[in-house]
């Protein structure tokens, strides 16, 4: 069983900006993935990054990383050099036994 | 390779009809999951199937079902609607469906019942 929580509801940053989002998460699997997902207005769920819960190395995909702490139970996305494009919910998920769990989501606005 | 499809994108119906929804995997994808997303309760799983059979199932009741055909197709049906079924509905496909794979999702069907 697997438990996201995601404690910031809703964030805002200024365009060109760094904003980070917090996430902690629990689980009972050996071998999981975790995963950044974005839904935009027009509600379309776009994978942002993943990370191999074996790999203590952090993802990076251009101006998106993350932070994994997982001793801590804890993966943040930080986004540098924020865009408009950016403002979106921000899911954080936890994948194993054929589901994934995810967070309730961080509104994520982003101001010109 | 083209993404994942659901018809129809809109739906109204009226309590205690029924309502059957469509997905299409990605080509290659054999696992597709189904998810609930409300405002009040997030994004819950629904059930997850591969090669036609249902492998997982979240806490929903039976009057929500699903099926997947041999063309990895997968149709979800929800039978006696009431109105806290009103959400909308995404379904993701994977390769294999394991935890490990990325599920990629469709733009959802919104439905709402009246």
């Known amino acids: 069983a697997q438990t996201v929580t995601q404690s910031q509801p809703e964030m805002s940053v200024q365009e060109a900006e760094t904003v980070t989002l917090s996430c902690t998460y629990d689980t009972s699997e050996n071998n999981y993935y975790l995963f950044w997902y974005k839904q935009p207005p027009s509600r379309q769920m776009i994978l942002v990054i993943r990370q191999e819960a074996y790999k203590q190395q952090n993802a990076t995909e251009n101006r998106f990383s993350v932070n994994f702490q997982k001793a801590a139970k804890s993966f943040s996305l930080k986004i540098s050099d924020s865009q408009l494009g950016d403002t979106a919910m921000y899911f954080c998920?936890?994948?194993?036994?054929?589901?994934?769990?995810f967070g309730k989501g961080t509104k994520l606005s982003v101001i010109p | 390779k083209a993404g994942v499809t659901q018809t129809p994108r809109y739906l109204i119906k009226t309590r205690g009809q029924q309502v059957t929804l469509s997905c299409s995997p990605i080509?290659?994808?054999?696992?597709v999951s189904w998810y609930q997303q409300t405002p009040g309760q997030g994004l819950q799983f629904l059930f997850e199937y591969f090669s036609e059979t249902q492998r997982n199932k979240g806490n929903f009741p039976g009057r929500f079902s699903g099926r997947q055909f041999s063309n990895s197709r997968s149709e979800m049906n929800v039978s006696t609607l009431e109105l806290g079924d009103s959400a909308l509905y995404l379904c993701?496909?994977?390769?294999?469906?394991?935890?490990?794979?990325?599920?990629?999702f469709g733009p959802g069907t919104r439905l709402t019942v009246l």
């Open positions: 080509s290659g994808h054999r696992s």
């Open positions: 993701a496909s994977t390769e294999q469906g394991t935890g490990t794979d990325t599920q990629y």
């Open positions: 998920a936890g994948g194993g036994s054929y589901q994934l769990t």
